[in-house]
């Protein structure tokens, strides 16, 4: 009888870890990459060639993208010498393309995007406003674990 209760004890000790478990690691993955990407976090450089790239480590990483709208965002000059965490797939020709976009303040990834105040409306990529065709604006919006 002492025996079994304190198994039942142990057992219930091992569901309620299990379930803390559970409930915490939906946050922890909204944080995560998908697992078919890879993940560079370094600084990304203004070159003068067309080709964007981030530096890892002391090593210069080639970057294309899977959009156009992300490729000019790599090429936005108010993104230079930023931190930035890049999530994407490395290529057979040593390029590593972009998919998801982050730039680091304080540990914090923050998403960007680009915005008209007068047309109250997002662009993709920088340039002027389709609508109004004035210049938009680079804003960086925090990740928070449940927006994901
Ligand atoms: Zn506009």
């Known amino acids: 009888?002492?025996?079994?209760?304190?198994?039942?004890?142990?057992?219930?000790?091992?569901?309620?870890?299990?379930?803390?478990v559970l409930t915490v690691s939906p946050l922890t993955a909204a944080q995560a990459a998908p697992p078919h990407l890879a993940v560079l976090e370094g600084t990304l450089l203004s070159t003068s060639a067309d080709c964007p790239m981030v530096r890892v480590h002391d090593k210069d990483q080639p970057l294309?993208?899977?959009?156009?709208?992300?490729?000019?965002?790599?090429?936005?000059?108010?993104?230079?010498?930023?931190?930035?965490?890049?999530?994407g797939v490395m290529k057979s020709d040593g390029t590593f393309q972009v998919e998801r976009l982050y730039?680091?303040?304080?540990?914090?990834?923050?998403?960007?995007?680009y915005f008209c105040k007068v047309c109250n409306i997002v662009a993709l990529e920088p340039g002027n406003c389709v609508c109004c065709q004035q210049p938009t604006e680079l804003q960086e919006i925090p990740v928070t674990g449940d927006a994901n």
């Open 103 to 113: 730039t680091v303040k304080d540990g914090r990834l923050y998403r960007v995007r």
């Open 1 to 20: 009888m002492e025996m079994s209760a304190r198994f039942l004890l142990k057992a219930i000790a091992a569901a309620l870890f299990a379930c803390v």
């Open 64 to 87: 294309t993208a899977y959009t156009t709208q992300l490729y000019h965002t790599l090429q936005d000059k108010r993104l230079a010498n930023r931190e930035v965490r890049l999530e």
